[in-house]
């Protein structure tokens, strides 16, 4: 796999620069293009991550970015608030207001809706590439007058960071201890005939998957004052992982608790 960055409209040319630094991506030259498989690109709708390869569908050639104002977003915000299984799982019906650690913050729709339900939530996320992509959503949403989701974001704190590195700078009593710890690990599908939707079919090629999800629970456990929170993909748990305290049920996720 091979990003290339390009830049397309006049922005801050120290922001440009920042990208490019935390990045470490080559700029996108014409004659590479035949060797590129995904372009960054910083255009005037914001900075989007998106696959060149030829084969995949038409649909999974958009652009992937950060959007706070998504309206399929703000329907799940507005439609299901606390009843949905989120919220549920991360015990917002018994603990309010709660600090919440995003360890896995991925593109933050997650840490969204918590923080819309009035969640602080500290985000995580290593890749530099992923990072950008929120940072720059989350700089866009600032820009928006509109009180609401202003209240939101500020609600969002963003660092490059690596789980497993915050984790041991809580144990050694460096950070404070979240009331809740939440995880999203890449986990690989659980058929080789599942339909991945555009944006995780991207995370998945830019983070791969995570092979060692187990120690990453474990290490969390210490961590947090009341309960680590697994979001898995399908309605249930498999046969033989780590046995939670218990499940809270979903169609195509389902969360999986450690109190």
């Known amino acids: ?8 409209e006049e922005y801050d040319p120290d922001y440009v620069e920042a990208i490019k630094q935390l990045t470490q991506l080559p700029l996108m030259e014409s004659e590479e293009a035949d060797t590129v498989t995904h372009l960054l690109s910083l255009d005037a709708s914001g900075l989007s991550l998106k696959s060149l390869d030829s084969k995949a569908g038409e649909n999974h050639k958009l652009p992937t970015r950060v959007d706070f104002l998504d309206a399929a977003l703000h329907y799940r915000k507005n439609s299901f608030g606390k009843h949905q299984g989120l919220a549920k799982a991360v015990g917002l019906n018994k603990h309010e207001p709660m600090q919440v650690l995003d360890a896995t913050t ?17 985000m995580l996320e290593q890749s530099p590439v992923i990072y950008s992509l929120l940072n720059d ?43 809740v710890i939440y995880l999203d690990p890449m986990f690989p599908p659980r ?21 060692d999800s187990d120690s990453l629970i474990e290490a969390a456990k210490d961590c947090a004052k009341h309960r680590v929170v ?21 169609k195509t996720a389902h969360f999986e608790i450690y109190a």
């Open 137 to 179: 959503g989350l700089k866009r949403a600032e820009t928006i007058e509109d009180g609401e989701l202003l209240n939101i974001i500020r609600q969002m704190s963003l660092h490059h960071a690596n789980a497993q590195d915050w984790f041991t700078e809580i144990k050694l009593g460096a950070k404070a201890k979240p009331d």
């Open 106 to 122: 991925g593109l933050g729709r997650d840490a969204f809706i918590l923080a819309s339900m009035g969640c602080q939530l500290t």
């Open 230 to 250: 697994v979001k898995k993909p399908g309605s249930k748990a498999d046969k033989g992982a780590m046995k939670p305290n218990f499940i809270v049920p979903g």
């Open 191 to 211: 058929s080789k005939n599942a339909n991945v939707k555009k944006d995780i079919a991207l995370l998945q090629e830019v983070l791969g998957f995570d092979e």
């Open 1 to 8: 796999m091979k990003i290339a960055f390009v830049c397309t």
